[in-house]
């Protein structure tokens, strides 16, 4: 498929350095940046698919495509707005979307999975490969991660209001699923945590609440691993340099 082409047909959903998501004829192309590797691309294609196989609403896969010099992730286009946006339109329900929000991440938490790779592997790879952390930080997280129990949920590893998606017929899809991997349900739920706390502190302690009431979980069965996935997004680029400076104090 030639980019000019589809860049022109098609309408600009949303766009990044790395990435760029168009939508023409009910489909969305997620197109990735030449610098991405193919095995990045595909598997995250396959981590979706194996999403829905586990009974979650994600929007179907149709493959992946080239298009001239780039890889496209094919799927159904989902038209609605993400729960970040109504959080924003309509903050008087805030609270109505952050119970939604939870009632989705349990839902998803309640599935199991195996042909994927553990949690705990991709939050000690992304430890051991910190700069920003000296040895003795580094080793003191590696030996706390050692310490933590290690399950086989489904987790979605970004999970939050910006990958939850609401379209016309009141249908919730869970998007963007290049960082699942079976693992702790706490686990998911502090990393959820921790990025409501970068927007609104009043948010991340009312949703954590909510988990809890649902759950039954003690607040400290989520807060043990806080500093464990601050430390997992620091290298990530989806965060600002302010960002992981508060990140940082989640660690220390």
């Known amino acids: 498929m030639n980019y000019q082409e589809l860049k022109k047909n098609s309408e600009s959903i949303a766009s ?86 939870a009632d989705t991440q349990l839902d998803l938490l309640s599935r199991t999975v195996n042909d994927v790779r553990k949690l ?63 693992g702790n349900a706490g686990a998911d739920m502090a990393k959820t945590y921790l990025k409501l706390t970068l927007t609104s502190t009043e948010d991340a302690e009312k949703y954590i609440r909510l988990l809890c009431e649902k759950t039954g979980y003690d607040r400290q069965y989520i807060y043990e691993w806080v500093p464990l996935m601050a430390a997992s997004c620091l290298n990530e680029k989806g965060f600002s340099e302010k960002e992981k400076e508060a990140l940082l104090t989640w660690i220390e």
């Open 120 to 182: 705990t592997y991709c939050i000690g790879q992304d430890i051991d490969a910190l700069t920003q952390l000296d040895e003795v930080k580094r080793y003191e997280l590696e030996t706390l991660l050692a310490s933590m129990p290690d399950h086989d949920k489904l987790c979605h590893g970004n999970f939050g209001p910006e990958n939850v998606m609401i379209d016309g017929m009141d249908r919730v899809f869970i998007l963007d699923w290049n960082a699942a991997a079976k």
């Open 16 to 101: 990044t350095a790395r990435i760029e998501v168009l939508a023409l004829d009910e489909l969305a192309y997620k197109l990735f940046h030449k610098s991405y590797s193919p095995h990045h691309i595909y598997r995250e294609a396959m981590l979706q698919c194996m999403a829905a196989e586990a009974g979650i609403n994600v929007p179907k896969i149709h493959g992946v495509i080239e298009v001239d010099d780039r890889l496209a992730i094919v799927s159904d286009y989902i038209e609605g707005d993400t729960v970040a946006e109504l959080m924003d339109e309509f903050p008087a329900k805030k609270d109505k979307y952050l119970a939604l929000l």
